[in-house]
């Protein structure tokens, strides 16, 4: 009888327990995402990643990070990829081949997550610390066969449906061959348009495009400051007044201009303050309960390696000398982060584009 009792005891914990597992993984997975943020760290591979480790002060943001991938990032008719091919796979679920911007393998414009977001009345967002027109915010709202195509890109950008970007760039409006002004272009079609700072208290409703350099905007050794941060904090505040959710992409462009330099310095600066605009997005994501936060990077640049510094011909395990193997991109896996709404699609290795096709899944879960 004694021995009856207990077994009953047993199986009723594990039906409990079974039951409670069930319920906590349902909790994580229920329904959509109605925000996501999608932070890509140009050049960023895992020994950038792990600079932050080494080389900042405090725990980075990315140890906040549940849900961790990896993906491929091989584009068509090549091994290694560019900026352009790698964000298109991203923006559009098509591989295409190096410097497509938002076109497929054949040059045939594809709808990217920010279009297919914004027919949905979500509002979008983008930021770089590059051009705006540069290759990875562009594969977001241009569709040209060329990334060095930037006066194209900026025409794309006057008809895309952005209600916040954060950037530079502006040469590409307004010092055109065409010589038409696509900054007052902008201004006719209701955007506010700011080519010296970030505004405060933005209305929603109310398109806004803050181009701050003529191209790209100063390395954080040059003199950036904290723009990628306050960029970030203020397109939250400003996206988050949509009830429909919203879509934004924030690039640390720079990461890769400090690998293809070898420059370790300069990667290193880099990546300590994209780590902080991961962190902003953290705090967002968990105080709201319904955004998806990824941050995974296009391809690794460099060929980056925390070696062991070497003392008069000896290996010093003590000190890390970081060294480069190339002044181009790697074909090395790449790491995915998610956090909140969805992030356990994120698990596992897959190609780059399918983070595409996850990132819709996680705004029409179920
Ligand atoms: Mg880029
Ligand atoms: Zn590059």
């Not at 020994?47 to 990070?65: H, I, K, L, W």
Request: with cysteine.
């Amino acid at each position: 009888m004694a021995n009856k009792l207990y077994l009953l005891i047993i199986l009723f914990s594990a039906f409990f327990l079974s039951a409670c597992n069930k319920s906590l993984k349902k909790l994580e997975s229920q329904g959509p995402a109605k925000n996501i943020i999608l932070l890509i760290g140009d050049g960023m591979g895992l020994a950038q990643v792990s600079c932050a480790y080494y080389f900042g002060d405090e725990t980075p943001n990315f140890s906040r990070f549940k849900y961790i991938g990896l993906h491929q990032n091989q584009p068509v008719g090549n091994k290694i990829t560019d900026s352009a091919s790698g964000a298109t796979a991203f923006a559009t679920g098509y591989k295409s081949y190096n410097a497509a911007i938002g076109v497929d393998q054949d040059t045939i414009a594809r709808e990217t997550i920010l279009e297919w977001a914004a027919e949905r009345q979500k509002s979008t967002g983008l930021i770089a610390t590059s051009s705006i027109t540069h290759a990875t915010p562009a594969s977001f709202y241009a569709h040209v066969k060329d990334r060095n195509l930037h006066e194209e890109i900026a025409s794309d950008f006057v008809k895309a449906s952005i209600d916040f970007a954060a950037g530079g760039g502006y040469q590409f409006f307004n010092q055109r061959k065409d010589g038409k002004n696509l900054l007052t272009e902008l201004e006719n079609k209701g955007v506010e348009v700011d080519t010296n700072s970030i505004g405060s208290d933005l209305k929603f409703g109310n398109p806004y495009a803050y181009f701050l350099a003529p191209d790209s905007l100063h390395s954080i050794r040059g003199g950036r400051g904290d723009f990628l941060e306050r960029a970030t904090s203020t397109a939250l505040d400003y996206l988050s007044k949509d009830n429909d959710g919203f879509f934004l992409m924030i690039e640390g462009s720079q990461i890769d201009w400090g690998g293809h330099r070898n420059d370790a310095k300069y990667v290193i600066d880099e990546v300590l303050d994209f780590d902080k605009a991961v962190g902003l997005a953290l705090d967002f994501a968990q105080k709201d309960g319904n955004t998806l936060v990824i941050v995974t990077a296009d391809h690794e640049t460099g060929g980056m390696s925390l070696s062991a510094a070497k003392v008069f011909g000896q290996r010093e395990y003590g000190a890390i000398n970081p060294t480069f193997s190339t002044g181009g991109h790697s074909a090395s896996l790449i790491p995915v982060f998610a956090y909140g709404k969805g992030a356990e699609q994120f698990l596992g290795i897959y190609q780059n584009n399918d983070l595409f096709f996850k990132m819709k899944k996680c705004f029409e879960l179920k």
